[in-house]
Structures are given as C-alpha cells and as structure tokens.
C-alpha cells in the first residue's frame, strides 16, 4: 500500500543516491560510473587539501552571474576576474562538534566513504571501493592549543582532526550551567592525500560519500542554543523563547549533523548531507462548543443577541490561554522576561479588539456585512459563483 509516508521516504531515497551516491545503507556500493565521479555527484566528498584551485574547483561551475551581469550592464565588468569568480573550491573537510561531560575519556570514530578507481576494460569507467575504518581517540582533558591529528592506516592521507575546549560556565546566564569539566569537541575528517598529477586522474585522490559517525558510551551533553539570548532582533527573541526548552547534542561543519535520541539521552551522533526532519502537523484548538465557526452558521446569524452569544466564548477562550500563558512566562533572563511581557500585552490587546469586533455587530450595517463576508466563503458559494 503506498502512502504519503512512503513517498516521501522514496524521494528522500533517491534524492540522497542522486547527490551523494551509495552509503552504508543505500546505493549499490560497488558501483561503476561511465563519467568522472566528481562531475556526476553535486556534493559529499572531499577533495585534498593541497591541491591546487583547478583540481579542486568545479570545471562546469554555471555562467549565471556573468549572464547577468552583461544584462546590467554593470561598470565594473571590465575589470572582473570572471575566471576567479567562477571557480567554487570543494571541501577538503567536514566535522561535527559537540558537548562531553567530565567523565568522558574516549571517543569511538567510524568513518565511511568511497575510494573511486579508472578501471578501462571493454571501455573506460569509475570503480567504486567501499571503505570504512573504526578508531578510538582519547579526549584531552585540558584546552587543545592546536588539533591534534591522528592518520587512519592505509588511507593514503585521510585524517581525523581533533581538538577540545572547556566550557566557561562564569560566561553563562542566570539558569543556565553545565557540570564542571564540561567539554566541547570538535572532530574533522580532513583528505590529505597527495593530489594526483594528471588532471583527468585527480578523482583518485577524492574521498566520496564521507560519512563520520561518532559514539560515546556515557552519552552527549545536550546543548542549548544561547544565540537569541544576544540578540536584539524581534524574531530571535521570540524564536529563543518558544524554544528555550529545547536542545542539541551536535552541530555539523560543512555537514548537517544527525543524532540517535532516547528522551534525553544520545550516545551516538553522524554527519548527513541530505538531513531531513519531522515536522508535527499543527492543528487549530477545539472550542468544544464554546464558540461558533462555521462560516455558514455565521452567515445566517439572526440579530446581534446571537450573534454575540456564539463569538463571545472564542474571547473567553482566548483570554482564559493567556493568562494561563503568563503563568508559565519564565522570570529570567531578562531577555526572556521581557519577550514574555511583550507578547502577552499583544495577545491581550487582539483579544480585545476581537471583542470590541464583535460588539460592533450591534449596527445593523456592520452585522449585515458580517453575514454577506462570510456567506460569500462559504465554499458552496464560491462554486455558484464560479
């Protein structure tokens, strides 16, 4: 039976194969490309750190800046390097950072990725080579001055780069802590492969389809998002608000991170490229009686008496959310507090204005336009009226 569920897990599918190409979990691992595995991917693997920006660039990066400018006609034309604009270096690394408490001693890496071969034999083409490779890496306890960098065997230059840092909970608003020895983590893939000579034959010295999954046995400390805190942006504010109870427990770099919770707890983290997200369904609140909705009910509303006994109770209803809202408005940070005032002195002041609204049904003009806005969207109506 094909549901919604499954086509959009389908399309998931085939939009990760499509970008990335095969996975632990996905693909056909052995693959043969007829084309340069670089040309035929948009994004997942890591090119060398020391190759030079023709290697490492995109050869058929897209015109549409140059495009538009010749439109424009803009005065610096002229003396653009178009060449140099073009040019879109890939990664040569990509990383996850996250939080250990102090008891936390050592970290256990796999790392994933494709090593791609030119194989001519009845014709040229591109061998995938699955390759995977588990470290354990000891946790430095104190502040890491520069990364420490430790080779996986029989890579040819693939390595992990790794430093720590530990937190400053001094630095931290009211209400907010972690336990003393708290660390933060951060963990490259790094290629540091020696770049291929011959230009046709760099993808040799490529790593596709990277992936760094990253375990811990006493668990990830979650991470709360403290930005909106600093900011004075309205939408930040509010956003840090709604959220302050939730957290994090890794943060991707030049890759999206994904986490395996149990309620609080996660002690296994990985690197995505194509991450996706489940979005609760949002559904209005039911009055149970209280109020009166339906368009066609409101359409035929006999007088003002009516008309107020069945909107009035979405008021009561709305005021009765509010206070119940105040109640439960956090009283520090500041911040915070101070967001919490601000939105609630608008909630009142809408629940007001609906009820003067609804008052104004009191003229006969207005209830009578009242009763014609919403007859004509009444969706039977707005078929006859087509």
């Not at 008891?103 to 194989?119: H, I, N, Q, S």
């Not at 991170?257 to 296994?268: D, K, L, M, R, V």
Request: aromatic share 6%; net charge negative; charged share 25%.
């Amino acid at each position: 039976m094909t549901t919604s569920s499954s086509v959009r897990a389908d399309l998931i599918h085939a939009l990760r194969q499509d970008m990335v190409g095969p996975g632990v979990d996905l693909g056909q691992p052995d693959e043969a490309l007829e084309t340069h595995p670089s040309r035929w991917y948009l994004t997942g693997f890591l090119a060398p750190l020391g190759a030079d920006l023709a290697q490492r660039s995109d050869e058929e990066a897209p015109e549409d800046m140059e495009e538009v400018s010749d439109r424009r006609g803009l005065d610096d034309d002229a003396v653009t390097d178009r060449t140099a604009a073009k040019a879109r270096p890939f990664p040569s690394s990509m990383g996850l950072s996250f939080l250990v408490g102090p008891e936390a001693r050592d970290l256990k890496v796999t790392v994933r990725w494709g090593d791609y071969e030119p194989v001519q034999d009845r014709g040229y083409y591109w061998q995938r080579r699955a390759q995977e490779a588990v470290l354990t890496l000891a946790i430095p306890i104190t502040n890491t001055e520069t990364p420490k960098e430790t080779p996986i065997q029989e890579t040819r230059g693939m390595v992990l780069s790794l430093s720590t840092r530990r937190i400053r909970t001094e630095y931290l608003p009211e209400g907010h802590t972690y336990a003393e020895g708290t660390r933060s983590v951060s963990l490259f893939v790094v290629n540091r492969r020696s770049p291929e000579k011959l230009d046709s034959l760099k993808d040799k010295a490529f790593a596709f389809q990277v992936e760094l999954v990253v375990e811990l046995a006493e668990g990830f400390v979650p991470r709360i998002d403290l930005a909106g805190l600093r900011s004075q942006e309205a939408d930040d504010c509010i956003a840090d608000l709604q959220y302050r109870d939730e957290f994090e427990f890794a943060v991707g770099h030049g890759v999206s991170a994904e986490a395996f919770e149990i309620g609080n707890y996660c002690s296994s983290i990985r690197t995505t490229w194509v991450p996706v997200a489940e979005v609760e369904r949002v559904e209005p609140s039911k009055l149970d009686g209280k109020a009166e909705l339906r368009m066609e009910a409101l359409a035929e509303l006999r007088d003002f008496h009516a008309a107020r006994l069945q909107l009035i109770g979405l008021v009561t209803h709305y005021k009765t959310w509010i206070t119940a809202q105040a109640k439960t408005a956090p009283t520090s940070p500041k911040s915070r507090a101070e967001t919490s005032a601000l939105l609630i002195q608008r909630a009142t002041q809408a629940a007001d204005r609906i009820e003067r609204g609804i008052e104004a049904l009191a003229d006969p003009q207005v209830l009578d336009a009242f009763r014609t806005a919403n007859k004509v969207l009444v969706p039977s109506s707005l078929n006859s009226l087509c």
